[in-house]
Structures are given as C-alpha cells and as structure tokens.
C-alpha cells in the first residue's frame, strides 16, 4: 500500500483535483437526505471533498476523519475544527450521532476482508435511525474503461476486490442498514495514458505488481508500444451505492 503520509501534499494533483472532488461531493449528497444536518465524511485524506461537501450543502454540519495525520492535517487548513485524526475502524464517537456517513475511496485500500466489515461496521455503529452510508464501491472496476492500456494490462494479477459491491451490501445488511440508492459520477481528469501508466505502475499503484518485480516492467514493455503515449484515455466511471438505518420501531 502507498504511504499516504509522504502522498499528501501530491495527492489531489494526481488523483483529479477540484474538478473530480465536486463531481463527487454532488454525486454523493445526491443520495443523503435533504433534512439531514450531520454528516461524517470518513477517511477524509485531505479534505477536498469533505469541503465540498460543506460547502454545496448549507446548514449542513460536516465532520471529517482521517488516520493519516499528513491527509488530516491538509484537511484541517481546509475545514478549521472540523477534521479529527482518527481510525476508521475505531470510530471516537457514540452510537447515533450522525444522520449520515459518507467513505469516499476508502474501502478498496484495506488489506484484510475483516477490516473492511469493520469499517461498515463502525459506520452503521454511529448512523442515528433513519440515517444513511453512503460509500464507493468496485473502485478498480472503474477504471477499466475499454481502452488499448486495458487490454495490454488484463492478465496481470489482482487481488479480491475489497470493496465488491455484493460483500460491502452483506456487511451493511449484518448491521442493519438497507438499500438506499445508488449514484456514480465521472472521475475527471482521471483518465489514464500510456506513460503515465508506466509511472504508476513503477510506484507500485498496482498493488500486486511491485516496484522492481521483473513483471512490472514486463508490463512498462507492453505500454511503451502503444501510441499517443501522453494521450489520455476515457475518464474512469465510480459508483456509490447507499444504505439506511431503518426508523426505530
């Protein structure tokens, strides 16, 4: 996994910026409740969705977390008393706080499946009722977009996707919560081109091919051949799915 710590003050650069932020902030407040007034971004990196999600929903009271401490402290000069460091799979909070909980790219980052039930755990845990998740699902899935990178990188190794939109229902469903909805939005400027895929590669952002693995660069090879090698190719697509906390009674 990337050091997020030593990624922070990069990160929104190379992962889309303000433009990817906003699609993401609306697709997501799309799916919370108009009369909420309390949400909780988890996970928050360095802020730049968790603003926007204060900023484009007035009266709405948005608090992020992060375990990072590069990442949250990026989101505090962002949102001033607003960021807690804190462990998502330990949330500091008490059960029923929040009319909504939102993890944007987070659960695709965790190693272990147990961890992953965890976090949708904890996030159910602090969801008042009525309330809803809302988070990313099939991250990886979203960036195949049909493209000549695509077709030179499918037969490398992956590992299960932690996030899968069937096991992330199942833990939400252990917890009580029930399908809400679901929304996707355009990760602009996301598009990957043939270099910079090599780049990322060799940074180890796939993370089943190791930086210096004889494979890796079997795969740079490949890439290099391909044409337009600065060209970007589509945009990835995400999706969000949401779940409820059912009304007591």
Known sequence: ????????????????????????????????PADASRLLDVACGTGIVTRRLAADRPGLQVTGCDLTAGMARMAAARLPGAILLADSRR?????????????????HLLEDPAEVRAVVAECARVLRP???????????????????IDSVMAPRPRRPARDACATVAAHAAEHGLLPAGRASFVGLGQGR????????????????????????????????TLPDQDRPRPDPRFTLRCFRRPEAG
Do not use: C
């Not at 500091?92 to 944007?104: E, K, L, Q, W």
């Open 1 to 32: 996994m990337l050091d997020y710590g030593k990624e922070a003050e990069a990160y929104d650069a190379t992962r889309g910026g303000e433009a990817r932020a906003g699609a993401a902030a609306d697709a997501a407040l799309g799916l919370v």
């Open 91 to 107: 949330l500091p909070f008490s059960d029923g706080t929040f009319d909504a909980v939102t993890s944007i790219w987070l659960l």
């Open 130 to 148: 009525g309330g809803v998740y809302v988070t990313t699902v099939d991250k990886a899935a979203a960036h195949d977009v049909g493209s000549d």
């Open 193 to 224: 081109s043939p270099r910079r895929t090599i780049a990322d590669l060799r940074r180890g952002w796939f993370t089943v091919l190791p930086p210096g693995d004889p494979r890796t660069e079997t795969y740079a090879d490949r890439l290099a």
